[in-house]
């Protein structure tokens, strides 16, 4: 049943090109794919860690960059006489790049923050994330500063001469954000239903307790760092190549925000959660533009919508349906006979 | 005394813990024996609890050194030292409130279980196998400690003797050698800790050597080889329960100066 119901949702997004004849629909398609992917990532740290990264866009554009710079080669001076250049990089190496890139600084950040935990690592994370920016911004001969990068190449796969296909058009890189989407869900599912999930839940919990049978504190809380830093990084590569122009916007601090809406509002510490949120709120901007109302006024109700769903719904929106759901349907088993079926379920 | 270094699980030496100005903890040493149950005893602040975050890594002492089968474990995290077989509960209930009971056993297998990570972002079915295996061993610890029909329910919707129960299935769960319990009864009533005392026992035949901080004297006397007694940080009497119970200077502590006169 569950797994049909998986099929019959999978069938749905994969058609959506087939039908869909308004490329702008499916450009925010793919911007709101790639922000639930990299909501996804934050719901890790977030959801399953208890860590808050307030910086979670700098490993967006960290991998931006990373894959830009990699894709269209640069040269520049790390001493006044010593010029390091790199010729460009095919774009698929340039993603993964990007994406070890990000993991690396997750690592970094993860060992230097987690022997302080909490706020001081929602502040390093801040932190980080403007220096990040400020770098980007102000280190104008390798990142072009404001000047942005553009002409970023986008992705080819395949062998040359035999077939390519490109991902240039709208409906192509629908399917890629897509199926980079669909990797990240089942990564993370794997994730924290193992040993190592696990532990990231202990840790959330109660840290002595699970110190106290074995779990290593900073190794677990890293190690959800690093993963979600990379997929961070893998939705900043998508946009970099799809949008194929970065500047030091894309480190705003508004995008991160961005991120922590979709998280807690679809319920954190659940799979389904980001995605969801991601969808509505995501969606919701462009959603409201549909109605003859000027736009600060559509942002007034984003905003009231918002806080309507956290204070209704302060776990947010799956965790809610999943105990309406549950409460439905053992409502009348419990009825009839409430005693033998407990146990019935106990055993 | 270190003649029998083949039987001694853990040697506690000179050991000593001060918050600030206060020593909690002055120079204490005693042995724990393999096999045995031995239960520390004394008043409220007496170190107990202290000596048992010193242990098991939860503080640094001040002094003294504390060796598991000839192993330091100073400066040794709590996890390292669970690693190693040594593995504790805590005087204010300690679980994962958010989880159902077998979950919380499952958290608890940790060290029991291999997986790497890169095994189990690929899913490798060597990771799938070992789940299904871990799942049975969650089970069979909570049904150890009569908990396997609760299995399905939210830690926090359990009752307070079960939940100190289920405390003992996480600890047990990490397959210790060394057992360390902190006041594992204290609130429950008489025929929870009955039952909880049986459960001690079938801890022991797995060959767990256990060493205790309990207020409850029947349970103590009932379960334990031997006692140590504690009062303002220092070892006052050890030995058996018998000659603990028969100890003016403990009876001196727990019912004050005029009560072991009039003893005489």
């Known amino acids: ?347 | 005394m270190s003649g029998h270094s083949t039987d001694v699980e853990l040697v506690v030496d000179g050991l000593t813990i001060r918050f600030g100005g206060l020593t909690a903890v002055e120079s204490m040493s005693f042995e724990v024996r393999t096999g045995e149950v031995l239960s520390l005893i004394g008043p409220n602040g007496a170190g107990k609890t202290s000596a048992f975050n010193a242990i098991t890594g939860y503080i640094e002492p001040n002094g003294g050194t504390i060796a598991y089968r000839g192993i330091k474990l100073n400066r040794l995290k709590p996890n390292q030292i669970a690693e190693r077989g040594v593995v504790r509960t805590f005087q204010k209930t300690s679980v994962f409130m958010g989880q159902s009971a077998v979950d919380n056993v499952l958290i608890g297998l940790h060290l029991i279980s291999r997986q790497r990570p890169l095994a189990i972002m690929f899913g490798l079915p060597s990771v799938a196998r070992e789940e299904k295996e871990l799942a049975r061993e969650a089970l069979r610890i909570l049904e150890f400690v009569g908990l396997k029909e609760r299995s399905g329910l939210l830690a926090s919707s359990l009752p307070y003797g079960e939940l100190r129960l289920l405390e003992v299935a996480i600890a047990l769960a990490a397959k210790p050698k060394l057992l360390l319990l902190d006041e594992p009864v204290s609130g429950m009533n008489p025929s929870e800790t009955a039952s909880f005392m049986k459960i001690l026992g079938r801890i022991r035949a797995l060959g767990v050597t256990v060493l205790l901080v309990e207020h409850d004297m029947k349970m103590v006397m009932g379960v334990s080889d031997r006692i140590v007694c504690l009062n303002q940080g220092r070892i006052i009497a050890s030995g058996s329960p018998s000659e603990i119970q028969g100890n003016r200077e403990v009876i001196r502590a727990y019912l004050g100066e005029r009560y072991a006169r009039a003893q005489d």
Request: hydrophobic letters at 55%.
């Open chain 1, 1 to 347: 049943m569950k797994h049909s119901l998986t099929i019959v949702w999978l069938l749905f997004l994969a058609s959506v090109p087939l039908w869909l004849s308004n490329l702008y629909i499916l450009h925010v398609l793919i911007m709101t794919g790639i922000f639930i992917i990299a909501a996804m990532s934050l719901n890790l740290l977030l959801g399953y860690t208890g860590q808050l990264s307030l910086g979670h866009v700098a490993f967006f554009g960290i991998g931006a960059y990373t894959s830009s710079l990699a894709t269209l080669g640069f040269a520049v001076h790390l001493l006044p006489d010593w010029q390091v250049s790199v010729d460009p990089k095919p774009v698929w190496f340039g993603m993964l790049l990007g994406t070890a890139v990000a993991g690396l600084c997750g690592w970094a950040i993860g060992r230097l923050s987690f022997k302080v935990r909490g706020a001081y690592f929602v502040i390093v994370t801040i932190s980080f994330a403007e220096v990040i920016r400020l770098v980007a911004l102000n280190w104008v001969e390798l990142t072009q500063g404001p000047m942005a990068l553009n002409n970023i190449p986008y992705l080819t796969l395949g062998i040359p001469g035999w077939f390519e296909i490109s991902f240039l058009r709208k409906p192509a890189n629908y399917y890629l954000v897509l199926g980079v989407a669909i990797l990240s869900y089942i990564v993370i599912r794997r994730l924290v239903r193992s040993r190592a999930g696990r532990a990231m839940i202990g840790l959330r919990e109660n840290e002595s307790l699970a110190a106290s049978v074995g779990v290593g504190v900073t190794r677990y809380l890293v190690l959800a760092t690093v993963v979600s830093a990379a997929m961070a990084g893998a939705a900043g590569t998508l946009y970099a190549h799809y949008i194929r122009i970065v500047d030091p916007d894309v480190f705003l601090f508004i995008y991160t925000v961005t991120m922590v809406i979709m998280v807690v509002t679809g319920g954190k510490g659940t799979l389904a959660g980001p995605v969801v949120g991601g969808v509505i709120f995501g969606l919701l901007p462009e959603a409201l533009r549909a109605f003859e109302i000027g736009p600060e006024i559509q942002w007034v109700i984003y905003g009231i919508l918002m806080v309507l769903v956290v204070y209704f719904l302060p776990e947010g929106i799956v965790p809610a349906m999943r105990n309406w759901w549950q409460g439905r349907r053992q409502a009348p088993v419990a009825d009839t006979a409430p005693d033998s079926a407990t146990t019935e379920a106990a055993r």
